[in-house]
Protein backbone atom coordinates (compact mmCIF):
# COMPACT_ATOMS: atom_id res chain seq x y z
CA UNK A 1 0.00 0.00 0.00
CA UNK A 2 0.94 3.58 -1.11
CA UNK A 3 0.09 6.69 1.21
CA UNK A 4 0.09 9.92 -0.43
CA UNK A 5 1.20 13.53 1.33
CA UNK A 6 -0.08 16.33 -1.00
CA UNK A 7 1.19 19.88 -0.13
CA UNK A 8 1.52 23.33 -1.79
CA UNK A 9 -1.98 24.55 -1.37
CA UNK A 10 -2.82 28.02 -0.20
CA UNK A 11 -4.84 30.77 -0.98
CA UNK A 12 -3.77 33.38 -3.93
CA UNK A 13 -5.80 35.54 -6.03
CA UNK A 14 -6.92 35.17 -9.88
CA UNK A 15 -3.49 34.68 -11.90
CA UNK A 16 -1.42 33.94 -9.42
CA UNK A 17 0.53 30.46 -9.41
CA UNK A 18 0.96 27.69 -7.17
CA UNK A 19 2.96 24.56 -7.24
CA UNK A 20 1.65 21.05 -5.56
CA UNK A 21 3.74 17.99 -4.27
CA UNK A 22 2.46 14.82 -3.58
CA UNK A 23 5.16 12.34 -1.81
CA UNK A 24 4.66 9.17 -1.63
CA UNK A 25 5.96 6.51 0.78
CA UNK A 26 5.08 2.65 1.53
CA UNK A 27 6.24 1.53 -1.78
CA UNK A 28 7.45 2.84 -4.90
CA UNK A 29 4.78 4.74 -7.02
CA UNK A 30 7.41 5.00 -10.20
CA UNK A 31 5.33 2.00 -11.78
CA UNK A 32 2.32 3.64 -11.59
CA UNK A 33 0.29 6.36 -13.87
CA UNK A 34 -0.08 9.04 -11.43
CA UNK A 35 -2.38 11.63 -11.24
CA UNK A 36 -4.05 14.78 -9.83
CA UNK A 37 -7.59 15.20 -8.65
CA UNK A 38 -9.66 17.81 -7.05
CA UNK A 39 -12.86 18.06 -5.78
CA UNK A 40 -14.75 21.52 -5.56
CA UNK A 41 -17.54 22.02 -2.72
CA UNK A 42 -21.03 20.34 -3.56
CA UNK A 43 -19.11 18.59 -6.83
CA UNK A 44 -18.04 15.40 -7.34
CA UNK A 45 -14.08 14.46 -7.76
CA UNK A 46 -12.54 14.71 -10.92
CA UNK A 47 -8.89 14.04 -12.95
CA UNK A 48 -7.20 17.07 -13.90
CA UNK A 49 -3.88 16.00 -15.03
CA UNK A 50 -2.06 12.82 -15.67
CA UNK A 51 0.98 11.59 -15.99
CA UNK A 52 2.69 8.26 -17.28
CA UNK A 53 5.21 6.39 -15.28
CA UNK A 54 8.23 7.41 -17.62
CA UNK A 55 7.29 11.23 -17.22
CA UNK A 56 6.80 11.01 -20.86
CA UNK A 57 2.88 11.26 -21.58
CA UNK A 58 1.10 13.77 -20.12
CA UNK A 59 -3.04 14.35 -20.14
CA UNK A 60 -5.19 17.09 -18.64
CA UNK A 61 -8.61 18.07 -18.63
CA UNK A 62 -10.10 20.78 -20.76
CA UNK A 63 -10.39 22.78 -18.07
CA UNK A 64 -7.10 23.30 -16.96
CA UNK A 65 -4.86 22.43 -19.95
CA UNK A 66 -2.35 25.20 -20.94
CA UNK A 67 -2.44 26.27 -17.40
CA UNK A 68 -1.05 23.38 -15.26
CA UNK A 69 1.37 20.98 -16.12
CA UNK A 70 2.13 17.82 -14.21
CA UNK A 71 6.06 16.15 -13.87
CA UNK A 72 7.24 13.51 -11.52
CA UNK A 73 10.48 12.61 -9.86
CA UNK A 74 10.68 9.18 -9.56
CA UNK A 75 14.08 8.97 -7.35
CA UNK A 76 11.74 10.97 -4.83
CA UNK A 77 8.61 9.25 -4.95
CA UNK A 78 7.28 12.66 -5.81
CA UNK A 79 4.71 14.13 -7.93
CA UNK A 80 3.97 18.09 -9.05
CA UNK A 81 0.90 19.87 -10.07
CA UNK A 82 2.31 23.43 -11.37
CA UNK A 83 -0.90 25.63 -11.51
CA UNK A 84 -0.52 28.94 -13.56
CA UNK A 85 -2.78 31.35 -13.96
CA UNK A 86 -5.08 30.27 -11.41
CA UNK A 87 -9.45 31.07 -11.54
CA UNK A 88 -11.61 31.29 -9.05
CA UNK A 89 -13.09 28.29 -10.85
CA UNK A 90 -9.74 26.00 -9.79
CA UNK A 91 -10.25 26.21 -5.70
CA UNK A 92 -11.06 22.77 -4.26
CA UNK A 93 -9.25 20.36 -2.39
CA UNK A 94 -6.74 18.43 -4.63
CA UNK A 95 -5.91 14.82 -4.05
CA UNK A 96 -3.14 12.74 -5.82
CA UNK A 97 -3.26 9.23 -6.64
CA UNK A 98 -2.62 6.43 -8.85
CA UNK A 99 -4.58 7.02 -12.14
CA UNK A 100 -7.18 5.43 -11.99
CA UNK A 101 -6.99 5.87 -8.49
CA UNK A 102 -5.80 2.26 -6.77
CA UNK A 103 -4.83 3.92 -2.86
CA UNK A 104 -7.01 5.05 -0.28
CA UNK A 105 -6.81 8.77 -0.46
CA UNK A 106 -4.54 11.40 1.17
CA UNK A 107 -6.05 14.72 3.00
CA UNK A 108 -5.34 16.60 -0.10
CA UNK A 109 -4.26 20.26 -0.26
CA UNK A 110 -6.98 23.39 -0.18
CA UNK A 111 -6.61 25.50 -3.04
CA UNK A 112 -8.56 28.58 -2.45
CA UNK A 113 -8.04 31.22 -5.46
CA UNK A 114 -10.41 34.72 -4.98
CA UNK A 115 -11.41 36.89 -7.92
Known amino acids: QVQVVETGGGLVQAGDSLRLSCAASGRTSSNYFMGWFRQAPGKERELVAAISWNGLNTDYSDSVKGRFTISRDNAKNTVYLQMNSLKPEDTAVYYC????????WGQGTQVTVSS
Open 97 to 104: NAAPPVWS
